[in-house]
């Protein structure tokens, strides 16, 4: 299972290297960069410097998820591999898995363009003083997105406009995901609907892995970010399977 | 049939496809059940960041510079339009025909332009009381032509920007993006642009916003009228030198791809 997992982000990362389309939302992240700490540095808030480098990195995680998982199978249809893909013994999931995971790697490059805006914009170096935790959680992180952009990837098929749902599934997740300002400032019935997604139990644990104090209930949270993602991931692969069931079913497979 | 007349029949055509386009993207649905709620929370997300500041001023800050904000940024869509015309193959005979191609492409995008003003204007109604931003009435009612002002300069700029985009089809959605960003990066809507160093601030009095956006504020603020006033005509100076830039830049454009024989290339 692990080699077809391997050709499909191989695959991926090299359509996405040539299409600048999949590499759009990293334009973007130098732009929020500045937006946010200019923002706590007009206010003089110097401690949530560090916060305002990580939103753009957790924002540009999520959106190009969204992207790659809006435009999954869209794109095998376009080019008319699905029914190819449908026909080989891996499950179609493990292809989207393994595709969605290399852009999840690659959107990890936002983090050198925060840190560069930061550094040489603002001259501010961002200070990790957990940093294994950090390490840990971030991958615990991008795994999670992985599960739950699968999920989308399966919804984005059945959905009849998945350019709208793409469009309009992210701010709302940055608001929800605490991607910049915790949850706990979110009137009470917005943070319970929050709690439900990995992003604000991962946010929340790299802002506190910027600050001298030492993190609490780490494992709980670290826990609940991977609980989060394995279920995600879990829906994720019954619905794609289901899905391609049903386009199979009704001779909808490579139509576009 | 005088030229005004003429000229006026071309938009009225190239608006009604601009509707017919918008429509065939977007159902109201769709639009008000799923962008606009998304809009809301955009506000929601740079304004909740007073809240993290305890400041309540500068919750008021963000919350009107990004319930505008959403209005040009809509209206910047109108640059993604024109490759549409690109690749329906009727640049050519647009080029062909004795009308000027420029009132076409002026017109086919405005739906764009009414969607980012009455979007903006609705963000506005709901967001200024859920961030207590005072808006007494009468006088608010002023948000009404100062938005749409401020939308009608952006599409200026972004007619600019479609004539680039003509030649570079490819680029409509880097071009579009980037200057959204850059108008929501230094126009004033999350800092005051005397945040940024001279040189950039003094960039930021060419965007379009910056200066609808100060009448905004003055207005919500309770400002002096003429200082209001005195933004609003250079929000207009601003919007009419994008529209002179689009006017001198479009036509050479369109020959270039002319003389290049790509007008009905797909790139």
Known sequence: ??????????????????????????????????????????????????SAVLAPVLLNLWYMALVVAGDLVARDRFFQTIELLVATPTPY???????????TLLSLVAFVEAWLVARFGFDYAIQVHHSVLFAVTLTLTAVATVGTAVVMA??????????????????PIYVLGGVLTPVSLLPWWLQAPAR??????AADLLRDCLQAAP????????????????ASLAIGLLLTSRVIDRLRRRGALGLT | MNELAVAARALRHAARVAWQDFHAQWTWGAWFGAYVPRLFFQVVYFAIVGE?????????????????????????????????ERWAGTVPLLVAAPTSPLLVFAGRSVE????????????????????????????????????????TSTYAFAIFLGGLVLRAPGARNLVSTTASMVV????????????????????????????????????????????????????????????????????????????????????
């Open chain 2, 112 to 151: 764009w332009l009414v969607q980012g003003a009455g979007t903006s204007l609705l963000v506005f109604a709901v967001m200024l009381p859920v961030f207590h931003v005072p808006a007494p009435l009468p006088a608010s009612l002023w948000l009404v032509p100062l938005v749409l002002l401020t939308c």
């Open chain 1, 215 to 230: 993190p609490r209930d780490v494992g709980v949270r670290l826990l609940v970010i991977a609980g989060l993602g394995i």
């Open chain 1, 196 to 201: 439900l997604l990995y992003l604000s139990w």
């Open chain 1, 154 to 171: 399966a919804v984005f098929v059945v959905g009849r406009t998945p350019r709208m749902l793409q469009n309009s599934l992210s701010y």
């Open chain 1, 1 to 50: 299972m692990t080699r077809p997992l391997r050709a499909a982000m191989r695959a991926q990362l090299l359509m996405s290297l040539r299409d600048p389309g999949d590499l759009f939302p990293l334009v973007l992240v130098p732009f929020y960069t500045v937006i946010f700490l200019a923002i706590m540095r007009s206010a003089g808030r110097s401690d949530l410097l560090g």
């Open chain 2, 52 to 84: 993290l500041l305890h400041s309540p001023g500068r919750t008021v800050f963000l919350a009107v510079g990004n319930s505008l904000v959403v209005g040009p940024m809509i209206t910047m869509l109108a640059v993604q339009a024109t490759v549409y």
């Open chain 1, 93 to 103: 999931a493990v292809v989207g898995v393994g595709r969605v995971l290399a852009t």
């Open chain 2, 184 to 267: 929501m990066t230094l126009a004033g809507v999350n800092v005051p642009v005397t945040f940024f160093p001279a040189p950039v601030a003094a960039a930021a009095q060419l965007l379009p916003v910056t200066h609808g956006l100060s009448a905004i504020r003055g207005l919500l603020s309770a400002a002096p009228a003429p200082e209001v006033a005195l933004q609003a005509v250079t929000e207009a100076l601003v919007g009419s030198g994008w529209l002179m830039v689009a006017l001198l830049t479009f036509q050479r454009l369109l020959d270039g791809s002319r003389s290049t024989g790509s007008l009905d290339l797909d790139g």
